[in-house]
C-alpha cells in the first residue's frame, strides 16, 4: 500500500521563478492539503483540495496556487518566488470526513 | 494567543523516564485533536488521535480537556527511539479542518 509520495525532494531556485511540486495521495484517499514548514517551526496550512476544487485556504499569498486531478494527484504552484518562501513543503492526504491526515516526505525548496 | 502553544524544550530524560508534554488551544470549536511526531528533517508521522474519554497506545497516553482547551501526551519507559520532536495538532473546527500544528517540543532521550 503506498503511502504519500511527493517530488521533487529538493529543489533550488532563484528569486523571482516559479516553481511546481507535486504530490500522490495515499491509496484510497481523497483529499490532499499542502502545508509550509520553516525551519524550527510548526507546518503552516496553505489549501486543501477535494474533488479537483480548492475547499479551504491559509494565511497565504495568491503567488500560492494548486490543482488537483481527476486521479486525487495534487500540485502546488508558487509565482515570484522570494528568500521567504525557503522551507520544507509537505503534502498530507486524507480521506473526506476523516480527520487523519498522514504526511509525504516533504520538498524541500531553497530560494537564493 | 497562538492557536496552539506548546512548551518548546527540550526535554531531555534517562531510559525509561516518564515525560509529560503539554499543550493549550485557543478555538474552542476544534473537533479533532492529535499528536505527530517529527523526526530531524523528516515529514510528521501520525502518532495518535486524541479523545474526549482520554486513549492509551502502548507506552502512550493522550488526554483531552475540552473546558480547559489543554491537551497532554504522556510517554512511560522513554525509548532512545521516542528522541523526536512532538507536534500537538488541532483542527479548525470544520468538517474537513484543516490542522493547526503546535511548533512542537523537542525530547532528547539519553541511555
Known amino acids: 500500500d503506498a503511502g504519500v509520495t511527493q517530488s521533487p525532494t529538493h529543489l533550488i531556485k532563484t528569486r523571482g521563478q516559479q516553481v511546481t511540486l507535486r504530490c500522490s495521495p495515499k491509496?484510497?484517499?481523497?483529499?490532499v492539503s499542502w502545508y509550509q514548514q520553516a525551519l524550527g517551526q510548526g507546518p503552516q496550512f496553505i489549501f486543501q483540495y477535494y474533488e479537483e476544487e480548492e475547499r479551504q485556504r491559509g494565511n497565504f499569498p495568491d503567488r500560492f496556487s494548486g490543482h488537483q486531478f481527476p486521479n486525487y494527484s495534487s500540485e502546488l504552484n508558487v509565482n515570484a518566488l522570494l528568500l521567504g518562501d525557503s522551507a520544507l513543503y509537505l503534502c498530507?492526504?486524507?480521506?473526506?470526513?476523516?480527520?487523519?491526515?498522514?504526511f509525504g516526505p516533504g520538498t524541500r525548496l531553497t530560494v537564493t | 494567543r497562538k492557536e496552539v502553544e506548546q512548551d518548546p524544550g527540550p526535554f531531555n530524560v534517562p531510559e525509561g523516564a516518564t515525560v509529560a508534554f503539554n499543550c493549550t488551544y485557543s478555538n474552542s470549536a476544534s473537533q479533532s485533536f492529535f499528536w505527530y511526531r517529527q523526526d530531524c528533517r523528516k515529514e510528521p508521522k501520525l502518532l495518535m488521535s486524541?479523545?474526549?474519554s482520554g486513549n492509551e497506545d502502548g507506552r502512550f497516553t493522550a488526554q483531552l480537556n475540552r473546558a480547559s482547551q489543554y491537551i497532554s501526551l504522556l510517554i512511560r519507559d522513554s525509548k532512545l527511539s521516542d528522541s523526536a520532536t512532538y507536534l500537538c495538532?488541532?483542527?479548525?473546527?470544520?468538517?474537513?479542518?484543516?490542522?493547526?500544528f503546535g511548533k512542537g517540543t523537542k525530547l532528547s532521550v539519553k541511555p
Open positions: 491509496s484510497g484517499h481523497d483529499t
Open positions: 498530507a492526504s486524507s480521506l473526506v470526513g476523516r480527520g487523519e491526515q498522514y
Open positions: 486524541v479523545y474526549s
Open positions: 495538532v488541532v483542527s479548525d473546527g470544520g468538517s474537513q479542518g484543516n490542522l493547526i
